[in-house]
């Protein structure tokens, strides 16, 4: 059975499990939790995560080694970015209007009185530009800071590019350090159904269908707004931009998107993405190793949907109006937002509460969808990998047919 296919039973089985203790054994869940189902995921999740930092860095340091040009680097770059802040624009524009059109706030008996949210807040866009730059890399490193690992990276495989044949024998160690990391994700996704069925069992089991009933128009709005988003936009740009047929790269692709969806967290399904993208869907590995580590830190076009529905659902449920003129502002500040909070755990809340404040938002009106958050962000998580794989297979055709003009 292929490893996808595993997966994905393990992930119906998990479901199922989960809710039939919840509602036939609730008395069971917290042991079977505490001894079986959380333990399972955590193994899981941390074996990924151990492997994150040093992926990135000899990946990027590779990539970057690789490409050479300059030029050509800083023409993906700033190619990659552009895809990035203008799908997230798209995102929340799509959010903003499916809530709109499907009212999920209307109509429905929420007690907004005992509400208490405390938000964190996310630091000011400049100090994280000013962060990307490590004072101490070996710090960045162990304390996970993905844009400061990337940016290092990125000046030693420059490094590498420019001093040429003087450094073979680092260069060569970088690639086999590549090769390690490579080789120990496949070793590492042998559990991954195993994980995948603690992982969601713990958390559709923590949920229960009294949570899912009073938010089910608005998990309904957020989730067609992501299916929209899924489909016609990342669909449409595999095919007008990267040329390639969308279904086909779905299928290839859903041991990332089920990782995804049972771990919630780009970074944790980094090293599978990447690896799919290189070795079953022909993206270079130059490509891959600076497009998808990128957007995992800076990417979030779920997140951004899902802060379109949520900042229209609690104006309706507050009973406010917000003008066109507020709506720019929700769009444009959670596209700044996705920058400015890349690093920050929990960015999605830390996002959605700044993005309330700048229209004039209760931020306790958070308190009303964070019940349900854990299960929408299974899903959007799975949104925003898919939109790095997209962009990693535009950036790979542009370069293809601009190698195909200048040869």
Request: charged share 15%; proline share 4%.
């Amino acid at each position: 059975m292929k490893l996808a296919t595993r997966i994905l039973w393990a992930l119906a089985l998990g479901a199922i499990t989960g809710i039939v203790i919840n509602i036939f054994a609730d008395n069971w869940f917290k042991p079977l939790d505490g001894y079986i189902f959380t333990p399972l995921g955590t193994i899981f999740l941390n074996l990924i995560k151990m492997l994150i930092v040093p992926l990135v860095f000899f990946s990027i340091a590779v990539g970057v080694a690789n490409i050479g040009d300059p030029k050509k680097l800083g023409r993906m770059g700033g190619k990659t970015m552009a895809f990035f802040l203008s799908t997230t624009a798209i995102a929340i524009t799509i959010g903003i209007i499916a809530a709109l059109l499907l009212k999920p706030g209307v109509g429905g008996s929420f007690d907004t009185t005992n509400l208490e949210y405390e938000s964190s807040e996310a630091p000011p866009v400049t100090d994280t530009l000013l962060g990307i730059i490590p004072a101490n890399p070996i710090e960045a490193m162990a304390s996970g800071d993905m844009l400061a690992i990337i940016f290092f990276a990125l000046f030693i495989g420059i490094g590498v590019a420019a001093l040429g044949e003087k450094v073979d024998i680092f260069k060569r160690f970088l690639e086999q350090g590549n090769e390690i990391m490579m080789f120990l994700v496949g070793l590492v996704m042998k559990f991954a159904p195993i994980g995948t069925f603690g992982l969601i069992a713990s958390a559709v089991g923590k949920q229960g269908f009294d949570a899912l009933k009073a938010m089910f128009l608005y998990m309904v709005v957020v989730i067609l707004a992501l299916a929209l988003h899924f489909i016609v936009v990342y669909g449409g740009a595999m095919k007008l931009l990267a040329k390639q047929n969308p279904i086909k790269i779905m299928k290839e692709f859903i041991p990332a998107m089920t990782v995804a969806f049972s771990t919630s967290s780009s970074s944790a399904t980094l090293p599978i993405a990447m690896d799919v993208a290189q070795t079953k869907l022909g993206v270079p590995k130059p490509i891959s190793s600076f497009v998808q580590p990128l957007g995992a830190t800076i990417n979030m076009d779920g997140t951004a949907i899902m802060q379109g529905v949520a900042t229209i659902f609690i104006a309706q449920v507050f009973g406010v109006d917000l003008s066109i003129q507020d709506m720019v502002v929700v769009v444009l500040t959670a596209v700044l937002a996705s920058i400015g909070t890349a690093a920050v755990p929990g960015a999605g809340m830390i996002m959605l509460a700044m993005v309330l404040e700048s229209v004039g938002l209760p931020v306790a009106g958070i308190a009303l969808i964070i019940g349900i958050d854990r299960l929408l962000d299974m899903t959007r998580t799975l949104v925003n990998i898919t939109g790095d794989l997209t962009c990693a297979l535009y950036i790979a055709e542009d370069e293809k047919k601009r190698e195909l003009k200048n040869a």
